[in-house]
């Protein structure tokens, strides 16, 4: 008797709304006979595995882990190694913040195949949900996807090299952190007067929208009560530049 052959694929369930599922999310959640999801996925996407599918709640959530990481990789293996097809929902893009390098590691090391199904990230989903572009011409080239956390331990990005002109910037899991990269961006020359955006459960029937600016940045979301999941939008407008260099010429004249 041949032994069947396990598969593990990370698949994005993307930002909340269902309709922003991939068709090919949607057909791997069809074919799987375990899926593993996370607290940012909704009940509705895991609903599209078959009736019969083994549904495993690893609840994570910023900085708290109620699955260990390795866990979760050990456990994604054993269901493979029983010939099972393993879905691994992941909010979002598995691909950005979506810790997929230690499960595509633990699957490698153990011989089986692993498949990243991309999904739609949050900062996407979040720019779309204000009509709003991460890049615009002219003004903003660079886009940046960053975080407000990291791991205990774990320095900080270094943010004074986000603070120039023509950069676009969204924060992931940065609400708690508001306050460090808005003093970490001002510290190192970015504008009070840069546009800040905050969306909060991009997607879904909850969203909402703050604008600010970045000098005002951690008094809004505390006056806002802004909750995660939310993206922090912070631009450096290449003509905010120029108008501030403009200014201060004529301070200096
Ligand atoms: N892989 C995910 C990101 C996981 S990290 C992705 O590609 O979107 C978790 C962070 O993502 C949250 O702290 C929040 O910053 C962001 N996030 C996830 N879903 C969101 C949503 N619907 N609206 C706004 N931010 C969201």
């Avoid at 922003?20 to 940012?40: C, F, G, I, P």
């Avoid at 393993?86 to 598995?94: A, F, T």
């Avoid at 991009?202 to 909402?208: L, M, V």
Wanted: aromatic residues 4%.
């Amino acid at each position: 008797m041949t032994r069947k052959i396990g598969h593990i694929a990370l698949v994005g369930a993307g930002p909340g709304a269902l309709d922003l599922l991939t068709l090919r999310a949607h057909s791997r959640l069809k074919d799987a006979d375990v899926v593993l999801y996370d607290r940012l996925v909704d009940p509705a996407i895991v609903d599209l595995a078959r009736t019969g599918a083994e549904r495993i709640y690893v609840g994570k959530e910023v900085g708290r882990c109620a699955w260990p990481q390795g866990r979760i990789d050990r456990l994604i293996v054993a269901k493979a190694k029983l010939g099972l097809r393993v879905v691994r929902l992941k909010s979002g893009d598995p691909s950005v913040f979506g810790r997929a390098c230690e499960e595509i590691a633990a699957a490698r090391a153990a011989g089986i195949e692993v498949e990243i199904v991309p999904g739609v990230t949050a900062a996407s989903a979040a720019a779309a949900s204000i009509a709003t572009p991460l890049t615009e011409r002219g003004e903003t080239d660079s886009l940046i996807l960053t975080t407000g956390t990291a791991r205990p331990g774990d320095a900080a990005p270094d943010r004074a090299r986000l603070a120039y002109p023509g950069t676009s910037m969204a924060f992931y899991m940065a609400v708690q952190r508001a306050a460090e990269v808005q003093a970490d961006l001002l510290a190192a020359g970015a504008p009070a007067a840069c546009p800040v955006d905050i969306v909060e459960r991009a997607s879904t029937p909850s969203e909402r929208h703050v604008q600010t600016t970045l000098g005002q940045m951690s008094q809004s979301i505390a006056e806002q009560g802004v909750q995660n999941p939310a993206i922090l939008f912070i631009r450096y407008p290449k003509s905010l530049a120029a108008a501030l260099s403009g200014t201060a010429r004529i301070i200096a004249a």
